[in-house]
C-alpha cells in the first residue's frame, strides 16, 4: 500500500511541497491529499493589491496552478473548501470539515505536511461582526474586498490600518481606484521595514500620490451603522470610512498545530530544523507563512512570511518527504516593494535589529543615480549600509530609489550572504554601461563610505 | 620642495589617482602635473555613442570634471594638448610635446603614473589618409565623428567594422540618427562578448532595428574618392559608405611604456603589481586600459579596457601614491550593455574562456520573466550560467533581456567573486514582489536547473 501525505493547506508551501514529493516518488509509492479550506490554490497572494488596483485584470492570472493541474498533471488530490480541524497524532489522523457538504471526517496520514499560512492580525477593536472590514491574506479576502468595492453603493473613502508592505501597498492600490484613502499608522513611519530615515522617503511620496497619513494614532475602535462599518475611532478622533482594510501585519496560522502539541518557538511560528522537520515530530513536516526560521545575520529565530520562503520552504520539505535531501538555509531578511512608484529594497538588519542583536556598528548614507548622470532618465537612489565595527561586515542594507532601484538589493544581498565586509565590497566587479549606472555603482559609492566611516 | 607627480593621460584612470593623492597629500607636500594630449579631461568615453545617437544632446555632459576643477578645487595642474613623447627612467624626466605651441620640453618627475589608456586596433587595410574613418575611443575622436557627421553633405550610409560593445552601440547610434548602417563581423555573430546561443538573440534585435548585419565576412581594403573613404572592400563583395566605425577593439596605449621599457604582459598591457606599481620600477605606477589585470576565475591575465576598472585602479594607485594602502582585487569580466533596447549583462568566464581556462562544466539555460508573470510589464529573460563540474562552481554566467534584466548581472557577479556553488544559490535569499521579479528569481531558477544538469 502507498504512504499517504497529507498537506494542510494548498498554496505555496503546501503545494511546492506536493510537487516536488511526487517528482521523486510515483502514485504507486506515495498518495498525496491536500485539503485547503479556501476556494483556490497555489496562487500569488502578493499579487491581491495589483488586482485590486485594476493593474491585473483576472483574478485567474494570480493562480498558478488550479487544482485540476494539480489532480490532472501531478497526480495531487487536492480538495478545496476542506479545512482541517484537528491533528490526532496518536491514530494519525486528521479530522476535515467539508465546508460545502458540511460533513465531517476523519483521514489517515503517514506524513503530515503543515503548510497552514498566516492569519491577519486582529486587535480586540477589530472583532467586529460589522461588514466592510477586510484582511487581505489569501484570494478569499481578496475576492471578498473586490465584491464590496464593485458593490452599490460603491464605497468612496477607505482606511488602511497600519503601514507595513501590506498597509502601503493597499493603500495605493485603493487610491488608484479613486478612493479617498486614509493609512493610520501607530508608530513615528508607515514602512518601518526601513530605518526611519529611509521611511520618509516613502512617506513623502505617498504624500505625493494622496494619501493621508496619520502617524503616532492608534485605533481604539469602530463604529457601524446598519450592519457595516462607517467610522474609525482612534486616540486622536474619529475618521468616516465605508471600508477599513487592516494592514497589521500577519500571525502563523498555528491553532490547529499548538492543540495537537506541535513545538511553537519564540516567534509563534512552528519549530522546524533545516530540513523543515517539525522538531521533534517524526513523520511531521511543515513550510511557509507558519514556520519560525533562522535570521542568518542576528542569528536569532524569526517570522517571515514571505512567498519566496514558502515557495523554497516547500520545496526543501516536498525533496526530503521525496527520499532526496535538501536544507533551507534561513533568510537575512530581504525584501523589496513598490511604493508609488517608488522602489525600496531592504537586507539584513535594520538599525533597531542591529542594536538588539547586539551588533556594533556605522550606517552611512549616499546619494546617486540610476544611470550615468548624463543618461537620460537617471533617477536618485539613496542608498544606506549597516557595517559592523570594527570588522566591517556588512551587516544590512536599504535602497530607495525611483527606478531601477529595488532589485540592486540583491546585489547587497548576495554580498550579506557571503559576509563580505564594506571593504572587500569596494572592489567587486560590478556591471557597467551610462544607460544602466554611473561609473561608480551606487552599491560601491556607498561602501567607500562605509569604509570612511569605520576609520574614523 | 615637494615631491612631483607626472601623470601621463587626463582621464579616468590618471585623474582618480591624481585626486586620491591629492586628498591624502597637501600642495605642499606633493605638485601634481597631468598632461594629457587631447581636449578634454575626466569624461565618459562610454557616454560617446549616445551623444552621437543625440539621446545625449550637450559634449560637455559627458565630462565630469573640466581642467579648471582639476586645477582649483584639486591643485592639479592640468596641461591639455600636451603629449607626452618620451620616458626618461634615469634622469626621471618625460619629453612633452606642446600641440598647440609645437614646443618640446622636459618634465622632471619624482613620482608617474602611466595611464595613457587605449587606442584602437588598426588593421593594415584601415590605415588610410582618406577621410571619414572614426574610432570612438576618446572625446576628440568622438568630436571629429559629430563634425563629418553634421558637416555638408550630411552622410547616408555607415559601416561599422567589428561587432563588439563599441561596434553595436555605434550601429545603433547611426540607425537612430537615421543613416543606413552595415555592420561587417568577420565571427559567426557580433557580441562575441556572449556565448553564441545568446548573441544571436542580440543579432535579431539588431536586425530588428534595421541593422544589415553581414556575418563571416573580412574587410580586405578601404576605397577613396577625392580624398574622401567611399567603399569598403571585403572577401564577400564591396559595400559603399560615407564613413567608416572601427568597432576592431582596443590595445593598450603602450608605446612610450615599452620604450622606456616597462614590462608588458602576454596580452600586451603593461604588468603591474597587486598596488598598481608597475613591476620592478620603482616610482612608476599604472593604471585603466593601458594595464593588464588578473582575472580571478581563470586566474589568467587579462586586458579588460572598461572606465570601471580604470576608475578602480585609479584610485587604488592614488591611495598608495598619497600613503595610503589599497590593492585592486582583479576582475572576473562583468559587463553589460544595452543594445536596441535588448539588455545584456555577463560576468565571469564564456564557454569558450571556461574550455581554455581548463576548467570542466556544465551550461543552463533558462527562460523566465522579469516580473510576476501577470504583472503588467513583464518581458521575456534569458539567463546561462557556467558551472564547474563536479564541484558545482559558478564560472560564468550571463543574462539577455527586454528590461530590467542586465543589472542583474551583479547578482551573479557577487556570488561569482565569492565562489558559491549553485547549490548555495538556490538558498539565496533575494528580494520578492511581483513588480520586480517571479516568486522564483530568474537567478535561483537557473541555479536549480544547473544543479540538476551537474546531478545528471
Known amino acids: 500500500m502507498a504512504e499517504r501525505l497529507i498537506v494542510i493547506g494548498g498554496d505555496a508551501a503546501g503545494m511546492s511541497a506536493a510537487a516536488q514529493a511526487r517528482r521523486r516518488?510515483?502514485?504507486?509509492?506515495?498518495?498525496i491529499v491536500a485539503f485547503e479550506r479556501g476556494h483556490f490554490t497555489s496562487y500569488s497572494a502578493c499579487g491581491i493589491p495589483y488586482w485590486i488596483s485594476g493593474l491585473v485584470t483576472d483574478r485567474e492570472q494570480l493562480v498558478?496552478?488550479?487544482?485540476?493541474?494539480?489532480?490532472?498533471?501531478?497526480?495531487?488530490?487536492v480538495r478545496l473548501r476542506h479545512e482541517v480541524v484537528g491533528i490526532d497524532l496518536v491514530r494519525r489522523e486528521v479530522v476535515v470539515h467539508d465546508l460545502s457538504g458540511g460533513v465531517e471526517v476523519r483521514e489517515r496520514f503517514d506524513t503530515l505536511m503543515y503548510a497552514a499560512g498566516a492569519v491577519p492580525k486582529k486587535p480586540a477593536w477589530?472583532?467586529?461582526?460589522?461588514?466592510?472590514?477586510?484582511g487581505v491574506q489569501t484570494l478569499d479576502d481578496g475576492s471578498a474586498l473586490r465584491g464590496w468595492l464593485d458593490a452599490d453603493p460603491q464605497p468612496r473613502r477607505a482606511v488602511v490600518v497600519g503601514g507595513g508592505y501590506i498597509g502601503v501597498e493597499m493603500a495605493e492600490a485603493l487610491v488608484r481606484r479613486g478612493l479617498s484613502v486614509t493609512l493610520i499608522e501607530r508608530g513615528e513611519q508607515p514602512m518601518s521595514t526601513v530605518d526611519p530615515d529611509m521611511a520618509r522617503l516613502v512617506t513623502?511620496?505617498?504624500?505625493?500620490?494622496?494619501?493621508d497619513i496619520r502617524t503616532g494614532v492608534q485605533v481604539t475602535s469602530l463604529s457601524e451603522r446598519d450592519g457595516r462599518v462607517c467610522e474609525v475611532v482612534t486616540d486622536h478622533g474619529s475618521i468616516p470610512t465605508d471600508l477599513v482594510i487592516l494592514g497589521l501585519g500577519v500571525s502563523p496560522n498555528t491553532e490547529l498545530a499548538a492543540a495537537a502539541g506541535l513545538p511553537l518557538g519564540p516567534t509563534g511560528g512552528i519549530r522546524v530544523d533545516r530540513r523543515m522537520r517539525v522538531s521533534g515530530v517524526p513523520g511531521v513536516w511543515a513550510a511557509g507563512d507558519c514556520v519560525e526560521t533562522l535570521h542568518k545575520v542576528s542569528g536569532l529565530p524569526v517570522h517571515v512570511p514571505l512567498g519566496t520562503h514558502a515557495n523554497?520552504?516547500?520545496r526543501v520539505a516536498g525533496i526530503n518527504i521525496g527520499g532526496g535531501y535538501a536544507t533551507f538555509g534561513g533568510v537575512i531578511g530581504t525584501a523589496v516593494v513598490k511604493v508609488c512608484d517608488l522602489e525600496v529594497g531592504r537586507t539584513g538588519l535594520r538599525e533597531r535589529e542591529a542594536r538588539m542583536a547586539g551588533f556594533e556598528f556605522v550606517s552611512v548614507i549616499v546619494e546617486s543615480t540610476s544611470r550615468a548622470g548624463y543618461y537620460p532618465g537617471a533617477r536618485q537612489m539613496t542608498v544606506k549600509l549597516i557595517a559592523e565595527r570594527p570588522s566591517g561586515r556588512l551587516l544590512g542594507?536599504?535602497?530607495?530609489?525611483?527606478?531601477?532601484?529595488?532589485?540592486?538589493?540583491?546585489?547587497?544581498?548576495?554580498?550579506l550572504w557571503n559576509e563580505m565586509t564594506v571593504d572587500d565590497m569596494t572592489a567587486l566587479d560590478l556591471g557597467y554601461a551610462p544607460p544602466y549606472a554611473p561609473v561608480w555603482d551606487p552599491v560601491l559609492v556607498a561602501a567607500r563610505k562605509a569604509v570612511d566611516a569605520l576609520a574614523r
Chains 1, 2 share one sequence.
Open 25 to 31: 516518488r510515483g502514485t504507486d509509492d506515495l498518495e
Open 64 to 77: 498558478t496552478r488550479s487544482p485540476r493541474t494539480h489532480r490532472e498533471d501531478f497526480g495531487i488530490d
Open 126 to 134: 477589530a472583532r467586529t461582526d460589522a461588514a466592510g472590514v477586510f
Open 204 to 211: 513623502a511620496a505617498m504624500r505625493g500620490l494622496g494619501v
Open 312 to 314: 523554497k520552504q516547500g
Open 397 to 415: 542594507a536599504q535602497i530607495v530609489g525611483w527606478s531601477e532601484a529595488a532589485k540592486r538589493i540583491d546585489t547587497l544581498a548576495v554580498a
